[in-house]
């Protein structure tokens, strides 16, 4: 199996066939997931750390089910209550828990690169559950397992992303790996909304929404992510809903048989419809939250590989 990363700190990194590699190993996950009894031993001995510095519910939850489906010993840090609030440093909360020797760290964080950081100065695997507007890499991954098993491929689709471009690493990591996968990129929203080198992510851009999903393959929304809004980026949520929210009726400039994806959590009636969100025919947004245990347990897998065939390089850089 081609997958040579000893940290998953972004797509950008990750080379087609480690993605292809990845999304392989998911598969035969979801199988296990689907059993009545879930788990593996490819984690037994292994501790893995949660630290999450933004609250999150899915991806929390997902990682930590997927440590404890593959037999790891999983904490979750408290960080609201740690010692970054007594005004101890990133780096200080790192070397702590670096001299505890885990194996694999799970770090969300509200600072883009504060990920990257860590991972120089620990020797162990590090994920990124998500740095400030960076990267979500696990996410984009899910959202790319999702694809492939609804559309039995993950090239040559048509696929819009669409709503706060802006502000979400989660349309960055998936333009990042769609772009890998030889898929043609649509960005929809409004200008405001769009990131300011908009020209140099090799996609097509539209502030018209029924233009910019017709004869699409994939409508992926996003969340308006208003606590990272600095200013008045919409008129309003209502105006916002009437121009670029999906609908039934905007909906139908996609392809016939288009999925409808949503990375959570959901804002009913700015983003989607609550109807267009639970037609079981169109949306696979459980599907989804599904495929991200999946995800995080191959990707915590490959990475414990990488570092069982190399545990004695120093720091795991």
Avoid: W
């Avoid at 990845?22 to 598969?27: E, K, V, Y």
């Amino acid at each position: 199996m081609t997958f040579r990363q000893k940290h998953l700190l972004g797509i950008e990194q990750l080379r087609p066939e480690e993605i292809t590699t990845l999304l392989d190993l998911a598969d035969k996950y979801v199988d296990l997931n689907r059993r009545q009894q879930k788990h593996s031993d490819a984690l037994a001995g292994l501790t893995q750390i949660n630290m999450f510095f933004e609250n999150s519910t899915r991806t929390q939850s997902s990682f930590e089910i997927a440590g404890k489906r593959l037999g790891a010993d999983v904490m979750n840090m408290a960080m609201q209550a740690s010692s970054i609030k007594k005004g101890e440093t990133l780096i200080d909360t790192a070397l702590s828990l670096n001299a505890m020797h885990p194996d694999i760290l799970v770090v969300r964080h509200p600072h883009s690169g504060a990920v990257d950081l860590l991972a120089e100065k620990v020797n162990c695997a590090v994920l990124n559950a998500g740095d400030g507007r960076h990267e979500h890499p696990t996410q984009a991954l899910l959202d790319a397992l999702t694809i492939r098993r609804a559309k039995g491929r993950l090239h040559r689709l048509n696929i819009a992303i669409c709503g706060d471009i802006a502000h979400s690493r989660v349309a960055r990591s998936n333009i990042m790996l769609l772009g890998k996968m030889e898929n043609r990129i649509r960005l929809v929203g409004p200008p405001t909304l769009m990131p300011s080198q908009i020209d140099q992510f090799g996609v097509e851009v539209y502030d018209d929404m029924r233009k910019g999903i017709e004869g699409c393959d994939v409508v992926m929304m996003l969340r308006l992510q208003k606590e990272r809004m600095d200013g008045g980026f919409i008129p309003s949520e209502r105006e916002y809903y009437h121009r670029y929210g999906l609908d039934a009726e905007k909906l139908s400039y996609a392809k016939d048989d288009a999925i409808v994806m949503h990375p959570g959590p959901m804002n009913r009636g700015v983003e989607i419809d609550g109807t267009i969100a639970d037609d079981i025919n169109r949306s696979v947004i459980q599907e989804q939250v599904e495929m991200g245990v999946a995800v995080r347990m191959a990707a915590m897998d490959l990475l414990a590989r990488n570092r069982r065939e190399q545990p004695n390089e120093g720091v795991y850089v």
